[in-house]
C-alpha cells in the first residue's frame, strides 16, 4: 500500500496526490478556491499550500497564475507533482517557505484555508496533521501576513471555523470584508466561514447569506454540487 493516495476533485478534473495519513484537503479547498474572484492574467497567492489543492482548483477555474508557500518540504514536492501531474506547472508553482514570514511580494488574490483549530481539544499524534489543523494561537498572525502581500485593489480570502470569525475580523481594518457562512443545512448554525476582504473598499464589513451546503436527504445543494464538481465559482460580493 503506498504512502499516498491519488483522489478527483471537480469530478475528476483535478487528480490530486496527498499523503495516505495525516492532512487531508477535501471541501474547504474546493470552496477556497472558488471564492477567490481572480481573472485571467492576474497573480494570486495561497499562503500554506498543503500538497496544492486549492491553487490547483483555482487554476484549472480560471487562468490567473498561483504561488503557493509551504513550510514542510514534503509537501512542496508533492504540491509541485500535482502540478505537473494536470498539465499546470507553467501557472501553478510551490515555494519551500513560513507563511508567517515578511515578503515583499504583492499579489491581486491572497487567500488561505490556516490552521484554524485551537489547543482545547486533542492534539493529532501526526506532527504533520497537527500543524496544519491547530494554530497554536498564531491565526491572527495568518491574517496579517495574508493582508500585507495583498496588491492595491486585491483581496484577501480565508476560510475559518465559524466560531473564530470575530477573532479574524479583529486583526482585519475595521471596514473592506464580506462575510460568508457555509450552512450544514437550512436552518443550521454555520460551521464554516469564507471571509473576504477587498483593499479599497470603505464600506463597513457585510455579513451575507452565505451557501447551504446539503438537501434534507444529505444531497449536496444543486449550488454547492456546481461548484465541487463543476468548478462554478462562488461569488462573494454582491
Not at 495525516?22 to 498543503?50: C, I, Q, S, Y
Not at 498561483?66 to 501553478?92: F, K, Y
Request: hydrophobic share 45%; glycine share 10%.
Amino acid at each position: 500500500m503506498g504512502t499516498f493516495t491519488e483522489d478527483g476533485f471537480l469530478n475528476s478534473r483535478l487528480r490530486i496526490r496527498q499523503p495516505r495519513q495525516g492532512f487531508r484537503a477535501g471541501l474547504d479547498a474546493v470552496m477556497l478556491a472558488a471564492a477567490v474572484p481572480a481573472g485571467a492574467g492576474e497573480a494570486a497567492l495561497e499562503l500554506g499550500a498543503g500538497v496544492g489543492t486549492a491553487s490547483l482548483c483555482l487554476a484549472a477555474r480560471t487562468q490567473c497564475s498561483v504561488t503557493g508557500i509551504e513550510i514542510d518540504p514534503e509537501l512542496v514536492e508533492m504540491a509541485n507533482q500535482n502540478a505537473a501531474l494536470n498539465a499546470l506547472s507553467l501557472r501553478v508553482g510551490f515555494l519551500l517557505g513560513d507563511a508567517l514570514a515578511a515578503g515583499d511580494a504583492k499579489f491581486d488574490h491572497v487567500f488561505t484555508n490556516p490552521p484554524f483549530h485551537d489547543d482545547t481539544g486533542q492534539r493529532s499524534p501526526d506532527a504533520q496533521r497537527a500543524r496544519a489543523l491547530q494554530d497554536a494561537g498564531s491565526l491572527k498572525d495568518w491574517v496579517r501576513s495574508g493582508l500585507n502581500r495583498v496588491a492595491s485593489k486585491g483581496c484577501f480570502t480565508i476560510i475559518l471555523r465559524a466560531d473564530r470569525l470575530e477573532e479574524v475580523l479583529s486583526a482585519m481594518p475595521g471596514t473592506g470584508a464580506y462575510i460568508f457562512p457555509l450552512l450544514p443545512r437550512a436552518g443550521e448554525a454555520p460551521k464554516r466561514v469564507i471571509v473576504q476582504w477587498r483593499e479599497g473598499r470603505n464600506e463597513a464589513h457585510l455579513r451575507l447569506e452565505g451557501l447551504i451546503l446539503h438537501q434534507p436527504d444529505g444531497r449536496y445543494t444543486p449550488e454547492a454540487d456546481a461548484i465541487l464538481r463543476d468548478a462554478a465559482p462562488l461569488r462573494i460580493a454582491p
